[in-house]
Every structure is written in structure tokens, then in C-alpha cells.
T-cell receptor, first 113, second 113 residues
Framework: GNSVTQMEGPVTLSEEAFLTINCTYT??????LFWYVQYPGEGLQLLLK?????DKGSNKGFEATYRKETTSFHLEKGSVQVSDSAVYFC????????????FGTGTRLKVLA | DADVTQTPRNRITKTGKRIMLECSQT?????MYWYRQDPGLGLRLIYY???????NKGEISDGYSVSRQAQAKFSLSLESAIPNQTALYFC????????????FGSGTRLTVV
């Protein structure tokens, strides 16, 4: 079945450091891929998405590229800020005609000033 | 007002009690979902509904029931709450499966004592 695997956290970085959060997936067909962010006390917000191979999603300085050959969708940011501290979820949606959104377990990021 | 509103935001209830969590949306989306979030487990789907007359079980529906009262309203009930149902519950909506992503509510933190 479909699945999403994220690197375990927490990830602790200093401000202005480079961020990578790894995400790999298993899916049949050609899923769409997403990154969601959850700030403390809030629901998940869509951060970026990519709907086909080699697409790059980007938003707020974050980027992720849909790599079909490595079944990956790693989240990157060149210079993190304290305000980026949150939990990040990788997710996919199946194109098989059903509801299937599959979420990873989330990676907590803590950025220190 | 938020696009997806969940009530209550927090609730403490006793074992064996019936409790209802409510969700309403102004997105005009047909599809609505209830998820449960537990530390280290990510989000797990409880129930989903593609329209008012279409309700489906997710991966962890035991002990829960739902009602889709209108396109904009989707409520989750715990008929007889138990402590391992203590979790953060999220309602989400989507326009369609595929490349559009979800809109999440802010969540309901439920504690069963």
C-alpha cells in the first residue's frame, strides 16, 4: 500500500542554518506530494505541493522537488528563522480514485536564536 | 472567521461519557474528514465523507461515529469515551482528491479521564 516515511526529529538548528527534512514515499501510480506545517496550538497548513515528477513546490523560502526516480520529496530551506519552529508533515494523495491522503509521522523543527 | 471551525477547542470528559466534536466549513468543499493525531503516530483517518450521503470508515473508526448534517457540517461522536481516545482531533476539507490539498481546522484537544 501507499506510505510516507519521514526522518525522525526533533531537528534542532541555529538561526540561518540550512534545513533538510527527508521524505520518501511508496505509492502506485503518480501521487501528488505535499508538505504541511503545524505551528504550536494550530492545525496543519499546506506549505507547498507538487503534482508531477520533477515539479518543484516552493513557499516562504521552503522548497521541495518531486523526485520519482528516488521516490523522494525532501523539504529544504536555505536559512531558517526562529519563526520556522514547528512540526512538518510530508503527505501524498493517491490518484487511484479514492480518498487516500497518507501523512508521515511529522518532524519537529526547533530553531534557536 | 476561520474556513474550518472546530468546537470545542478543548474538552475533558470522563470514561463512559458520550461526546460530540463539531466541524463546520465555509470553503464550499464537498469532502470532509476527521483525523486523530497522537505523538509519534502522525495523523490517522477516522472517517471521511465525500458528500452528504456518502460516509466511509477510515483506518481507525472503531469507537467513533459521524454525522454529515449538511455539506458544511460534519460531526464526530465518541459513544462511550475511553482513556486511549485522548488525542488531538482534526477536521479537514478538500475540494477533490489529487493536487489540491486539505484545509484543516485548528483541532480539538480531547482528554478522557
Amino acid at each position: 500500500g501507499n506510505s510516507v516515511t519521514q526522518m525522525e526529529g526533533p531537528v534542532t538548528l541555529s538561526e540561518e542554518a540550512f534545513l533538510t527534512i527527508n521524505c520518501t514515499y511508496t505509492a502506485t501510480g503518480y501521487p501528488s506530494l505535499f508538505w504541511y506545517v503545524q505551528y504550536p496550538g494550530e492545525g496543519l497548513q499546506l506549505l507547498l505541493k507538487a503534482t508531477k515528477a520533477d515539479d518543484k513546490g516552493s513557499n516562504k523560502g521552503f522548497e521541495a522537488t518531486y523526485r520519482k526516480e528516488t521516490t523522494s520529496f525532501h523539504l529544504e530551506k536555505g536559512s531558517v528563522q526562529v519563526s520556522d519552529s514547528a512540526v512538518y508533515f510530508c503527505a501524498l494523495s493517491s490518484t487511484s480514485g479514492t480518498y487516500k491522503y497518507i501523512f508521515g509521522t511529522g518532524t519537529r523543527l526547533k530553531v534557536l536564536a | 472567521d476561520a474556513d474550518v471551525t472546530q468546537t470545542p477547542r478543548n474538552r475533558i470528559t470522563k470514561t463512559g461519557k458520550r461526546i460530540m466534536l463539531e466541524c463546520s466549513q465555509t470553503k464550499g468543499h464537498d469532502r470532509m474528514y476527521w483525523y486523530r493525531q497522537d505523538p509519534g503516530l502522525g495523523l490517522r483517518l477516522i472517517y471521511y465523507s465525500f458528500d452528504v450521503k456518502d460516509i466511509n470508515k477510515g483506518e481507525i473508526s472503531d469507537g467513533y461515529s459521524v454525522s454529515r448534517q449538511a455539506q458544511a457540517k460534519f460531526s464526530l461522536s465518541l459513544e462511550s469515551a475511553i482513556p486511549n481516545q485522548t488525542a488531538l482531533y482534526f477536521c479537514a476539507t478538500s475540494a477533490k482528491v489529487g493536487g489540491y490539498g486539505y484545509t484543516f481546522g485548528s483541532g480539538t484537544r480531547l482528554t478522557v479521564v
